[in-house]
């Protein structure tokens, strides 16, 4: 069975760092790209950062560039998301999701697997 399992979420200050992590089993890792996604109460899941496993191309959405950055340890089938600099409209609750790359990695309907979300809290 496909699984994801995110984790590293909690309650942290504005200016504070967290790193989320994103564990894959059940298909070849490699052949799939890793999607950090998030929704805050009351609006729309959007994409946060991207990563194709199999050659390393990234995406960032403009609200986070420069502050997360996402990277993948092949051999441990793992993204992590660095999150440094978080403001309060960093929160959100936080999912991972693997689909194959495309030029819309930042896009919902490009995943095709998902997992459990991970709650981040960025207090003023």
């Known amino acids: 069975d496909v699984q994801l399992q995110a984790s590293g979420g909690g309650l942290v200050q504005a200016g504070g760092s967290l790193r989320l992590s994103c564990a894959a089993s059940?298909?070849?890792?490699?052949?799939?790209?890793i999607g950090w996604f998030r929704q805050a109460p009351g609006k729309e899941r959007e994409g946060v950062s991207c990563i194709s496993s199999s050659d390393g191309s990234t995406y960032y959405a403009d609200s986070v560039k420069g502050r997360f950055t996402i990277s993948s340890d092949n051999a441990k089938n793992t993204v992590y998301l660095q999150m440094n600099s978080l403001k309060p409209e960093d929160t959100a609750v936080y999912y991972c999701?693997?689909?194959?790359?495309?030029?819309?990695?930042?896009?919902?309907?490009?995943?095709?697997?998902w997992g459990q979300g991970t709650q981040v809290t960025v207090s003023s």
């Open positions: 059940g298909f070849t890792f490699d052949d799939y790209a």
């Open positions: 999701a693997a689909g194959i790359w495309t030029a819309t990695p930042y896009l919902e309907y490009e995943y095709d697997y």
